[in-house]
C-alpha cells in the first residue's frame, strides 16, 4: 500500500518538488525497517564423493520478537563465491525452531532433530501436517531462483516472548545435506543416492537394508562416499551454507502465517486421522504399458483432509531432477496452487544443466483463495519417467493466513 503522502522525515526544501513517484521510492527504502541479515553456517569440508548431512544447532538467527519475511540460502566456498550443483550438489537444508532449557546444553541435537524430545528441549514445529516434516524452512537444488517472500502485512512470527516456556529460549537448528560429484563415476545416480553408487548395505544405524531398497537417504548419510573415476583426485573445498534472512520487528499490524508442509508418500487415513510421510519415493521407467499419451509421465495423486482452514497467501512444491511439476487441488478439480521446476542449460551456478533450479510459486491475492475447515484436498507431483528415478520427492508448502487484513492494518504498512 503506496500512499502520495509526505512522511515527516523529508527535508522541507526537497518536499516542494517531489513527485508522487519519487515519494513512492522513498517509502520503499523506508521498508529498510525491513531488517536483513546474511549468516555463514559452519564450514563443511567436502571431498570429491563425499557427502555431508550435517545437524547445526544454535546457529545464528534473529533474536527478540519478530516476522520473518523471506529466508534465502545457497552454498557458497571460502571466498564467498556460489559453488556450481554439479560440483556440490545441495540435496537439502532444513531450519527448524525449538526452545531450550536456559543453562542446559545444547548438545543433544547434533544428529537427528526428532531426538529432541527431552525436556531441556521442546522441538516448535509447523502447524502440519507431517510429524516427520517439522521444519520452518527448506529447499534444495531449486533454492537460488525460488521466492520465498512472504508478502505484506504477513510473516512468520517468531521468537514471541509470550509463547517461550519460562525458563527456556527459542533457538534455530540447520540442517545441511550436501553431495560432492565432482568426478562421479555417476553423477545423477550420486545424487540420487543410488546405494550400489555408495557400496552401503546397512543404514546409518547399522540396520541392513531391504534388499528392495536401491536408493534414498539411507544410502547417502554423513559421511557416506559416492563412486569416482578411477584415479580421479581433486582437493578437498571448505564449503557454507550462506542463508539470508529478511524480518521485521513484530509490529500489530502485521499478520501472522501458518505452515503447512504436505507429502505426497502421506498415506493419510481417514479412519485415525494420521500422517505417515516416507518423504521420498521413486519413479520405475515408463515402458509399453504404461506410456501414455503424453510420452512417460508417473503422476502421482494423494488427498487428505486439511485440519484447519485459513487463506493462502503462498504455495510452492519441492521436486529432484526428473520432477516435472506438482499442484495442489480442492477435490472437484480447481488448483489452490501449482508449482513448475525450471532446469538450468549451462555450467553456473543457478544454471546447472540437469539440475532444477527453480520452482514457480504462488501469490494469490489474499482472499481470493480460502481452504475451508476440514476440506479435503488433493496433492499431485508429476516426474518424468523416461528414466528410473529413486529417492524422489513430492512436497508441497503453503502458507495460510487465518485472518485477513483490515482496513487499518493496511494503512499501517
Ligand atoms: C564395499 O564394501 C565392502 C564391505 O564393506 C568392502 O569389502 C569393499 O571393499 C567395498 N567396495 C568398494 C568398491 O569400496
Ligand atoms: C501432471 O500430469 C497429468 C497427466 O499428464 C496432467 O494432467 C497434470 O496437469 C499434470 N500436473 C501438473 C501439476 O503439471
Ligand atoms: C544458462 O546457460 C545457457 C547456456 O550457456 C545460456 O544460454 C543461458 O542464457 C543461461 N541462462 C541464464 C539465466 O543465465
Redesign the pocket.
Known amino acids: 500500500m503506496v500512499k502520495c503522502q509526505v512522511p515527516w522525515v523529508y527535508s522541507l526544501a526537497a518536499l516542494l518538488i517531489l513527485s508522487c513517484e519519487i515519494i513512492k521510492a522513498q517509502i520503499i527504502q523506508d521498508e529498510t525497517m525491513i531488517k536483513s541479515a546474511v549468516y555463514l553456517s559452519p564450514e563443511f569440508v567436502m571431498k570429491p564423493g563425499t557427502v555431508i548431512n550435517r545437524f547445526y544447532h544454535n546457529i545464528d538467527f534473529p533474536r527478540g520478537h519478530i516476522g520473518i519475511k523471506s529466508f534465502n540460502a545457497e552454498v557458497v566456498d571460502e571466498d564467498g563465491v556460489p559453488v556450481s550443483l554439479q560440483d556440490t550438489y545441495l540435496h537439502h537444508w532444513l531450519v527448524g525452531r525449538y526452545y531450550v532449557r536456559i543453562g542446559s546444553e545444547d548438545k543433544g541435537l547434533s544428529r537427528n532433530p526428532n531426538s529432541l524430545d527431552k525436556s531441556d528441549f521442546m522441538w516448535v514445529r509447523n502447524t502440519g501436517v507431517c510429524e516427520n516434516l517439522g521444519q520452518y524452512f527448506g529447499l534444495g537444488s531449486e533454492t537460488r531462483k525460488t521466492a520465498t517472500h512472504v508478502p505484506d502485512p504477513y510473516a512468520i512470527e517468531a521468537g514471541n516472548a509470550a509463547e517461550i516456556p519460562p525458563g527456556y529460549e527459542e533457538r534455530w537448528i540447520l540442517n545441511v545435506h550436501a553431495i560432492d560429484t565432482r568426478g562421479a563415476v555417476d553423477r545423477l545416480g550420486c545424487t540420487e543416492c543410488k546405494c550400489s553408487l555408495y557400496n552401503v548395505t546397512i543404514d546409518e544405524y547399522g540396520r541392513p537394508l531391504r534388499p528392495d531398497y536401491e536408493g534414498g537417504l539411507l544410502c547417502c548419510y554423513d559421511q557416506t562416499q559416492c563412486r569416482v573415476k578411477e584415479g580421479f583426485t581433486n582437493s578437498p573445498r571448505k564449503l557454507y551454507l550462506r542463508y539470508t534472512v529478511k524480518w521485521f520487528d513484530w509490529v500489530e499490524s502485521l499478520l501472522p502465517v501458518k505452515i503447512y508442509i504436505f507429502d505426497i508418500t502421506d498415506t493419510w487415513k481417514t479412519s485415525n486421522g494420521k500422517h505417515d510421510c516416507k518423504v521420498e519415493y521413486e519413479i520405475s521407467q515408463c515402458d509399453s504399458s504404461t506410456v ?1 499419451a ?1 510420452g512417460c ?1 508417473d ?1 502421482k495423486r494423494m488427498s487428505f483432509n486439511m485440519p484447519r482452514g485459513g487463506n493462502v497467501i503462498y504455495g510452492v512444491a519441492h521436486q529432484h531432477s526428473g520432477g ?4 495442489l487441488y480442492r477435490k472437484d478439480g480447481r488448483v489452490i496452487c ?3 521446476p525450471s532446469y538450468g542449460k549451462g555450467t553456473e551456478a543457478g544454471n546447472e544443466s540437469g539440475y532444477i533450479v527453480g520452482m514457480s510459486t504462488c501469490y494469490p491475492d489474499p482472499g481470493s483463495i480460502k481452504i475451508y475447515d476440514g476440506e479435503t484436498l488433493v496433492l ?3 516426474y518424468s519417467s523416461s528414466r528410473k528415478h529413486t529417492g524422489v520427492m513430492g512436497l508441497f508448502y503453503i502458507l495460510v493466513a487465518e485472518q485477513l487484513p483490515t482496513q487499518k492494518s493496511l494503512s499501517l504498512l
Open positions: 501414455s503424453n509421465i503422476t516435472i511439476g506438482s499442484a501449482s508449482s513448475l499431485e507431483s508429476n
